[in-house]
């Protein structure tokens, strides 16, 4: 019966070093020394032997136990170990390769502009408004001192709606009435960023939908001072600190009275180049003292408050500051343009 077991033993340990994987040693072992394993089912055997015998085999079968036990841990480790390196191998990684670079957006350079301007008017106080694109003509025209039929409706042609009285808005200044309407008594300070409309021949000059940001000061002692200082210095903040500003007088329906605001092209330092058109100046913005109707529509007495307003255009002001001759390349979504900012 000793006999018997060492031949048993032999073999399984030639066996093991036969397997060739996990797997095929897992197979062995339930074949060796699982609960119907071969050496299990030896010392089932030992109810024939004599007592005498028994103490002797009992010792045999648990050494052999214990050192297939041992054996088969050892081989274990050593086909994990090589298990891994054939993986490793298989899906290398070489981690000093250098990475490929996501492709990163970037903001439109509208927003860009539009930022910056919110930056500057933000640092002197005045807050963001914001109201719809699409308005009535109440808003848009009659509130705003543009009665039906008067000729200064020519400057904004007009998208309408098919429901009557509803259009898009043409300029950013109906939002001042919305502000009015809402804070009145109170003084007001604040800028109306927004998309506008009109039904116009897109050129390179003009396109049918473009930002507008206007402007809105209401208080009891808001003077022309007031309005020349404080644009002159958005200027030197958004285009430098040396800009000269110049006011020519002009025309609006919804202030008096109206100028428009030039800066010192900062191309030419004022000495006059193609950007400018040799004149040393740029125009950028469209200002006045707000019209005591519309103060009145929008709750304010005029006998006791007054008020300075003003619209710019920023894809103007982001043409003028980068030197962008057509606008038509802020929507025409041209990789290559938009890019470039
Ligand atoms: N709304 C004018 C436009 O669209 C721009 C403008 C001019 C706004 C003078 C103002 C202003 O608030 O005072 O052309």
Not at 192 to 200: D, F, K, N, Q, V
Request: a negative charge.
């Amino acid at each position: 019966m000793l006999e018997q077991l060492d031949q048993l033993y032999r073999e399984s340990l030639e066996t093991l070093r036969a397997a060739g994987s996990t797997a095929g040693l897992e197979a062995w072992y339930r074949q060796a020394l699982g609960r119907k394993g071969q050496v299990t089912l030896i010392t089932r055997q030992v109810g024939q032997l004599s007592p005498e015998e028994r103490p002797a085999f009992g010792k045999r079968v648990n050494e052999i136990k214990n050192e297939l036990e041992a054996a088969y841990e050892a081989r274990l480790a050593e086909l994990q170990a090589a298990e891994l390196e054939a993986q490793l191998a298989a899906d290398s990684l070489d981690v000093t390769l250098p990475g490929r670079r996501p492709w990163r957006g970037r903001l439109h350079p509208s927003t860009q502009t539009l930022r910056e301007i919110y930056r500057i008017w933000g640092d002197m106080g005045f807050q963001i408004y914001r109201s719809r694109d699409v308005e009535t003509d109440e808003y848009n025209f009659e509130l705003l001192n543009i009665p039906q039929d008067h000729p200064a409706r020519d400057m904004w042609d007009t998208f309408y709606t098919t429901t009557p009285g509803v259009l898009l808005r043409t300029h950013t200044s109906p939002g001042q009435i919305h502000a009015m309407r809402q804070y009145c008594p109170e003084p007001i300070r604040v800028i109306l960023p927004g998309m506008c409309y009109r039904y116009e021949q897109i050129t390179a000059r003009s396109e049918i939908q473009f930002h507008q940001v206007e402007g809105l000061a209401v208080g009891r002692n808001i003077t022309l001072a007031d309005l020349k200082g404080t644009l002159a210095d958005f200027a030197r903040r958004m285009f430098g600190a040396e800009r000269q500003v110049r006011f020519r007088a002009n025309y609006f329906p919804f202030t008096e009275p109206s100028a428009e605001m030039d800066v010192e092209c900062h191309l030419c330092q004022g000495a006059g180049c193609q950007l400018c058109k040799y004149s040393g100046w740029l125009e950028i913005l469209g200002c006045g003292m707000v019209h005591p109707t519309v103060l009145r529509n929008g709750g304010y007495d005029p006998a006791v408050y007054s008020g300075f307003a003003f619209g710019m255009g920023p894809e103007r002001i982001a043409m003028l500051k980068y030197g962008i001759e057509d606008i038509r390349y802020f929507w025409g979504n041209d990789l290559r343009f938009l890019e470039q900012f």
